[in-house]
């Protein structure tokens, strides 16, 4: 079999709670303000999935919104990839399973990667591979996250940061010169601790400080390391797409690395943290906006729990 020439994302959808719970919201059961979050990380909101919307509800949504806007059949779809940290059930079946049967999807590829806030930048580049490869052919990679299932609403060092939401990409071959043009993937278990979900899944817990100052570095670095194989500079880069955690990491690491604070694509303040879902949100919300053409250069970058970083360089 011929090796498919390159691996692009051929359309992109999203899904955010309809339920908005705002900082002022927030201040009336933990004690926090909207002055001091905005400050302290950028967020003004976030969407809150219902009782009963699992991971899985989430992602189907954005697939549905995927579908719908591009007139897409789910037609040969023979991959399912999920990158979360909050699956349906912690244990069998996967998320993936689920949002297969879900989509009326028969036979596919479908399981889950754990990588924390970069989950989707490690199922991109599994999906990529395995296309490739030629175990798949069309795979739907998806980030999807009910983070507010885990947190501490107790804990407003923790609570005020996260939100639920799904993104998600449908990745297939192309012999145009276009797609995934390289990626890299790291993790340093030495700070495995410092970011965990607690209690079997019950509650989130971090060293602040500690998270802030490695996600500085590993976005730095990611973004170093992806221009220099490739013989780029950040003139030749168009969009910085990150994990969404922190405003002030992506100014600290744009100042650190003198990189054009503009280049960094930002929601997060009305979404918060979205963890593995963070990434295809925002590449969602910037195909809608028209700000994604062909051609550009663009660098994905995600860092989080494990502590595990990485990124992806495409041409769009
Ligand atoms: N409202 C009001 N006060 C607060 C709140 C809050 N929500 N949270 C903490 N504080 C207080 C603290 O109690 C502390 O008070 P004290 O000095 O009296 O003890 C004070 O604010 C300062 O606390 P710090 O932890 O020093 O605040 P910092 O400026 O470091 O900001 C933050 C904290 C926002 C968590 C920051 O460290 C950060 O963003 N870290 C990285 C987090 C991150 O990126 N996590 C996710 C990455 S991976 C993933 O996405 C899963």
Redesign the pocket.
Known sequence: MKSPQHIYISALGLYAPEKILTNDNLAEFV???DE??RS??GIGERHIAAENEQCSDLAVKAAKYLFEKNNLSMDGIDGIVVATATPDYYGFPSTACIIAEKLGLKGPAAFDIGA??TGFIYALEVARAMIKSGSMTRALVFGSEKLSAVVNWKD??TC??FGDGAGCALLEATDEEKGILDSTLHAEGSGSLS?VIENGGHAIA?E??A??AF?VRAIGDTIVELLKRNDLTIGDIDWIVP?Q??K??IAACSKRYNFDPSLFYMNIERYA?T?AASIPIALSEMEDAGLLKAGQKILFVG???GLTYGGTLIQW
């Open positions: 004690d926090t303000s001091w979050i302290h990380t924390g806030c407003r060092n005020v940061l970011l971090m602040g400080r998270v802030y996600a994990h955690a922190n002030r990491i943290n963890s860092f989080g729990a």
